[in-house]
């Protein structure tokens, strides 16, 4: 029987040290309950209005290229207004910082192992252990062998 292709990649994600060391230390959001910096905060709220500055505001341009048939607003504008969109949301990133980044993926790499990969072999997907003929030794009478990650 063939470990189906998420299983595969929780698996793989599972065994890089990374992942380990986030489910043995309990990562958690912790860290979020501090009160953010003036800098994080301004970070936020450029990678927000950068989202506004993207595609409402080629939209936009393109509208406006429309109506006043004028298409160079449209073909100059908008790849304009898509890289000022883009510097504004790497200005609100190098604000903000990686810190938070960090902390959430830390997280999320715990939530997903401990979620998806539950039901794997060894210590970091579960409590249970593998014997080396493949069987699982906390139940005696399961004669399933479960085949190792690739």
């Keep these: 029987m ?4 998420i299983a595969r990649v929780v698996a793989r ?14 990562a958690d959001l ?3 309950k501090e009160k953010p910096t003036f800098r ?7 990678i927000g209005f950068s989202y506004v500055v993207g595609w409402p505001a080629i939209s936009a ?3 406006l290229a429309v109506y006043f048939g004028e298409p160079l607003l449209a073909v100059v504008g908008g790849p304009v207004m898509y890289g000022l969109s883009h510097l504004v949301f790497i200005a609100g990133m190098a604000l903000s910082g990686a810190k938070y980044s960090a902390i959430f ?10 979620k998806l990969g539950g039901d794997l072999p060894g210590p970091v997907g579960s409590d249970r252990s593998v014997e080396s003929n493949g069987s699982n030794r906390s139940d005696p009478t399961d004669h399933k062998t479960i085949p190792p990650p690739p």
């Excluded at 063939?2 to 292709?5: D, S």
């Excluded at 994080?40 to 450029?46: A, D, E, K, Y």
């Design 30 to 32: 912790s860290a979020f």
């Design 2 to 5: 063939r470990i189906p292709f």
């Design 105 to 114: 993926l830390r997280w999320a790499t715990r939530r997903l192992v401990e």
């Design 40 to 46: 994080v905060l301004l970070g936020v709220f450029l």
């Design 13 to 26: 994600i599972a065994d890089t040290p990374y992942a380990r060391r986030a489910v043995e230390e309990q």
């Design 61 to 63: 341009l393109a509208a």
